[in-house]
C-alpha cells in the first residue's frame, strides 16, 4: 500500500453519457489505484441521475475483479436532465457529502465534461474526467477509451459486407456512428480498404464520388464500399444511396452497422488505455488536482481543464483523409 499524501479517505465514480468499451477496465483501475492508496471507492448508478438520487454501492478490488474484458459499464450510464439544473447539482452535492467523499471521477464524453466543469464551479468539489466515448472527438487527448474496440468492430463487418458485394458486383455504403465527428469513419474506412469515406468535416460532393466510382469501373472494380458518418450533411447511407442511384443508376445496398460499435469486449489497446487513464485520474486527485482531464498525448499521460473538451474543435488530419483516397486508387 502506498501513502495517502493528501489524507483523502474516499473518492467516487461514474460513467456518464453514452456507454463505450472499455469503461469497466476504466472503473477497474480507478478502484484498484484508489485501494492501493488506502482509499474508499463509492460507485455510482446510472451516471448523474444516481449522484442525484442516492444510487449508490460501495466498491472494492474484489467488486471489479473480472471486468476488463466486459463491454458496457457495471455502473451503468444515463444522461441526466436534473443535473443540468443548479437544483440537482446541489442535490448532488448533498449526496458526496452524505457519503463523506472528497473526490469524484467522471468517465465519459463532452457532456460528462461539461457537467463536471459546472459542479465543480458551483461547488468546488474535485473532480476529474476520463475521456470515455467511442467518437474519439475530445480535445487534449489523441485517443478516447472505446475508439479502437468500436474500430474493430466496424471493420469486421466491413470485411464481411466486401465479401457480399464482390459476389454480386456491387456498390455498398455502410454507415458507421459519428453524429458530428468522422474519426470512425475514416479509420474504419482505411482498416476496411473502403474506396471513399463520407464525414461531417469535409463537404460531400455526389457528383465528384459519382465521378470516382466510374473511375474505378474503368480500372476494373467491379465492387465498391462507401463508409458514410450518420452525420454527413448529405444525410445518412440510405438517403446517399437514392442520391447515388438518382445520379449514376448505380445498384446500391445499404447496412447499418449501429450500437454495435458501442458493445462488445474491449480491444487490447481499449484496456491498457483506460487502465492508464483511470489510474492516472486518482493519481490527480491525490495531488491536489480540482478539476482537469486526462488524456493520452504521444504515448504519455497528459492533463488539460475540461473546458478544452467543447472549446477547441479536435480536428481530422487532413492526410488521413487523402490516403483513403490514394488506397482506393
Request: net charge positive.
Amino acid at each position: 500500500m502506498a501513502e495517502n499524501k493528501w489524507k483523502m479517505r474516499k473518492i467516487a465514480v461514474l460513467t456518464s453519457g453514452g456507454d463505450s468499451p472499455g469503461m469497466n477496465p476504466a472503473i477497474r483501475a480507478v478502484v484498484r489505484t484508489a485501494m492501493y492508496n488506502n482509499i474508499e471507492v463509492l460507485g455510482i448508478k446510472n451516471g448523474y441521475d444516481g449522484l442525484i438520487n442516492d444510487w449508490t454501492v460501495p466498491l472494492t478490488s474484489r467488486s471489479v475483479g473480472g471486468i476488463i474484458n466486459r463491454g458496457g459499464t457495471i455502473l451503468f450510464s444515463a444522461r441526466s436532465k436534473n443535473f443540468k439544473t443548479p437544483e440537482g447539482r446541489q442535490q448532488a452535492f448533498k449526496t458526496l457529502k452524505n457519503h463523506n467523499v472528497s473526490g469524484l471521477v467522471a468517465i465519459g464524453g463532452d457532456g460528462t465534461y461539461r457537467g463536471a466543469h459546472e459542479f465543480h464551479k458551483e461547488t468546488g468539489f474535485s473532480v476529474i474526467g476520463v475521456p470515455g466515448t467511442i467518437d474519439n472527438d475530445i480535445a487534449g487527448t489523441d485517443y478516447t477509451i472505446g475508439f479502437y474496440t468500436a474500430i474493430d468492430t466496424a471493420m469486421q463487418a466491413i470485411d464481411k459486407i466486401r465479401d457480399t458485394a464482390i459476389s454480386h458486383n456491387r456498390l455498398f455504403l455502410v454507415e458507421v456512428m459519428g453524429r458530428h465527428s468522422g474519426f470512425i469513419a475514416v479509420a474504419s474506412a482505411i482498416a476496411g480498404g473502403a474506396e471513399d469515406v463520407l464525414i461531417p468535416e469535409t463537404k460531400t460532393d455526389i457528383k465528384g464520388l459519382c465521378k470516382r466510382l466510374n473511375e474505378g469501373k474503368k480500372r476494373g472494380k467491379i465492387s465498391s464500399i462507401i463508409v458514410v458518418a450518420e452525420g454527413d450533411e448529405e444525410g445518412n447511407a440510405m438517403e446517399i444511396a437514392k442520391k447515388i442511384q438518382k445520379n449514376e443508376g448505380y445498384e446500391t445496398r445499404v447496412s447499418v452497422i449501429g450500437y454495435q460499435q458501442r458493445g462488445g469486449s474491449p480491444s487490447a489497446l481499449d484496456r491498457i488505455l483506460a487502465t492508464r487513464l483511470g489510474s492516472s485520474a486518482v493519481e490527480e486527485l491525490l495531488k491536489g488536482t480540482k478539476s482537469a482531464m486526462v488524456g493520452i498525448h504521444q504515448n504519455k499521460v497528459v492533463t488539460h481543464p475540461l473546458e478544452m473538451a467543447w472549446k477547441e474543435k479536435k480536428p481530422i488530419n487532413k492526410n488521413i483523409i487523402k490516403l483513403v483516397e490514394i488506397m482506393s486508387s
